[in-house]
């Protein structure tokens, strides 16, 4: 999780769209860093009243967490 920046957050109708970005020579650490990463946006977000649902977007793929080989989800 080294590296990573945040670059911003939009609500849009109570949902919080969070975006960073990771230098390439980065990588989390373990296969579970990419999950508790998210958990942790998640969470941190969702303390805030309007905020319902959050997105977390990093380096424009939102299922970024994903290992399986399914096609990258872009970001809204």
Request: net charge negative.
């Amino acid at each position: 999780m080294f590296g990573i920046r945040f670059l911003s957050v939009r609500l849009e109708n109570g949902t919080a769209h969070a975006y960073f970005t990771m230098p390439k020579d980065a990588s989390f650490g373990g296969d579970l860093g990419p999950v508790i990463f998210r958990d942790a946006v998640e969470r941190t977000a969702l303390q805030f009243p309007n905020v319902k649902k959050v997105e977390v977007c990093l380096d424009g793929i939102l299922n970024f967490w994903d290992l399986s080989d399914d096609e990258p989800k872009k970001c809204s």
